[in-house]
């Protein structure tokens, strides 16, 4: 008999894993296929932002992630005319304030240690079968779901499965996208790199002055980047193509003697560990789904890494999918709810795409008054790259626009890109704080992850007994209610919950499993009952 799974997700990269864990999380049974032995050793990412950090803290990986991270002084971009010579600015992350708004903060740490760590994390969920050296063959869907064939590429036996749903986490490259056909928007290529991930002692020159990554303001060294592992001697060496350069031109003697050319140290040990190549783009579909089967991550979106996103925007998508696809498995609600996943995780996806790309082009703006020798021009755009480190709007003030959204406007995201200003605007993730629950010092964003959360302020009597009411008769997901109030579930020592969460004391505020806003009164209305009950209807997708 033909094997069956709720869901089947293709590709054990960092959003593969995430949607395991995030599944098993929420009590939903998958099998992952990776094709490759392990996780990859070479790393890629080096950012993992607030929101995915948060995630992570709540997934159990968060900790052992934090032990692997560079060192707090390397937070920061350091432009030199060469590894020896004069240093020209500093680009400083910065981090003032950030404390308030989460019981996390954006770290530096190899994507080979994410997905260790989300490995390590998922081995503790019997929900949670991941299966390396396999590799998905091809697939075939009907209106019931899915039906793949497996390669074990040890054994080279086949295997048929029948999945409800596939998740493509099968990368930039994805083959189900492409045998979907659905079709990429945007710019494919723009440019090819070799990253050389290699041990080396530079410390000399580096050890003074830690960053993430040293760049060059040096005409000779255009296209060359040295990028910080571990803090210590692991290093990725950026080289771009040139020319009509292939790949076949980066040898290990080419790689070698460009180190040296780099560094401007002929004799220096240099151990290769790994190369990686890929092609820098910028492209979106038009949908994510097609019947039962989602992209996420890389497959759904490709961006430059310059701003630090792909890992993070395919993080939180496969967060967002999550959730919607438990109420669909475990709760019977309506498969529209899915529908919502490319409504809310495209516009994010596009704007962190367009902002990965102004980074890549103020960088190029850099090369090019380099090139020319314009200092002036050099020095402003140099003053600009504050953008690249900073984005903190972008980084936690997105705000979610759907069926699964009582939206109040339609403002997308917070004030700017670099400034998050806290709201429960609905759409919005909820603002961070700190209350005591049960004796227990939490963040509120440790209630939101299994059900739909009812925040009510300490006069929200009346919202509470209604909520009660319909949650014993006929809600079909579940549903939690806490009043903050001193004779109430939740502690707010500091009398700041109504003010944070801009609401009266006779507000309340709906909040989704995800932790975003589904919708808020700011105050009590006539007939609470009624109100709550057309609310609830919204969210249950009859
Ligand atoms: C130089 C560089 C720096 C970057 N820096 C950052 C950063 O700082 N922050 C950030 O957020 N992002 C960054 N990124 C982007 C990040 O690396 C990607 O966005 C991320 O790897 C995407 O994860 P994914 O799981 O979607 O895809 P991938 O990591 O590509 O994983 C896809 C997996 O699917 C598997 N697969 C494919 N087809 C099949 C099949 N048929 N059967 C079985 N398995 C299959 C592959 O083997 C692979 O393991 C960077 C990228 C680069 C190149």
Request: charged fraction near 25%.
């Amino acid at each position: 008999m033909m094997k069956k799974i709720p869901v089947i997700i293709i590709g054990g990269g960092p959003v593969g894993l995430s949607m395991a864990l995030a599944l098993a999380r929420q009590n939903v049974k998958s099998i992952l296929i990776e094709r490759n032995p392990t996780i990859m050793h070479h790393p890629r990412a080096r950012g993992v932002s607030t929101r995915s950090m948060e995630l992570f803290r709540q997934w159990g990986n968060g900790k052992e992630l934090l032990t692997y991270e560079l060192p707090k002084e390397a937070r920061r971009f350091i432009w030199m005319e060469s590894l020896q010579g004069k240093e020209i600015t500093r680009v400083e992350k910065n981090y003032t304030g950030m404390e308030s708004f989460s019981p996390s903060y954006s770290s530096y740490v190899s994507q080979d240690r994410v997905e260790q760590s989300l490995v390590h994390s998922l081995e503790k969920y019997s929900q949670a079968d991941i299966q390396f050296s396999k590799e998905l063959v091809d697939f075939t869907q009907n209106d019931h779901g899915v039906t793949v064939r497996i390669l074990d590429r040890k054994t080279q036996q086949e295997e048929a499965i029948f999945a409800h749903y596939l998740i493509a986490a099968d990368g930039a490259n994805s083959n189900i996208r492409k045998q979907l056909n659905i079709e990429m928007h945007g710019n494919g290529d723009m440019g090819r790199y070799c990253n050389v991930y290699c041990e080396m002692d530079i410390s000399t020159w580096t050890q003074h002055r830690l960053a993430i990554n040293l760049l060059f303001a040096n005409p000779a060294l255009t296209g060359r980047f040295l990028a910080s592992v571990d803090g210590k001697n692991r290093w990725l060496v950026g080289m771009r193509f040139f020319g009509d350069q292939t790949k076949e031109d980066f040898t290990d003697d080419y790689c070698l003697s460009e180190i040296h050319r780099i560094t401007g140290l002929p004799e220096l040990t240099i151990n290769i560990l790994s190369k990686n190549f890929w092609t820098m783009g910028a492209q979106m579909p038009n949908q994510y789904r097609k019947g039962s089967i989602f992209l996420v991550g890389d497959a759904a979106h490709r961006m430059p890494p310059t701003g630090g996103l792909g890992m993070n925007t395919g993080i939180q998508d496969a967060h967002n999918l999550a959730w919607k696809l438990a109420m669909v498995l475990n709760y019977g609600t309506s498969t529209t709810l899915l529908d919502t996943y490319y409504d809310e995780r495209a516009p994010v996806a596009k704007h962190n795409m367009e902002w990965s790309c102004d980074n890549t082009k103020r960088l190029s703006e850099i090369s090019m008054a380099i090139k020319k020798g314009n200092m002036d021009l050099l020095k402003t755009k140099l003053q600009e790259q504050h953008h690249h480190l900073n984005y903190a709007g972008l980084d936690l003030g997105f705000i979610y626009h759907s069926k699964a959204i009582i939206s109040e406007n339609d403002q997308m995201l917070s004030v700017t890109t670099s400034k998050y200003v806290p709201t429960t605007l609905p759409g919005s993730r909820v603002p961070h704080m700190e209350l005591i629950k049960d004796g227990v010092k939490i963040s509120i964003l440790d209630l939101f992850e299994k059900e739909f959360v009812l925040l009510l302020g300490r006069n929200g009597q009346a919202w509470q007994i209604a909520a009660e009411k319909i949650n014993e008769k006929n809600l079909s997901w579940p549903l939690k209610i806490y009043r903050v109030a001193a004779d109430g579930d939740l502690h707010d020592d500091h009398n700041k919950w109504h003010e944070i969460y801009e609401v009266d004391y006779d507000g309340v505020v709906l909040v989704r499993p995800d932790g975003h806003v589904a919708w808020r009164s700011k105050n009590m209305v006539s007939a609470p009952l009624t109100t709550l009950q057309e609310v609830f209807k919204m969210f249950s997708f009859e």
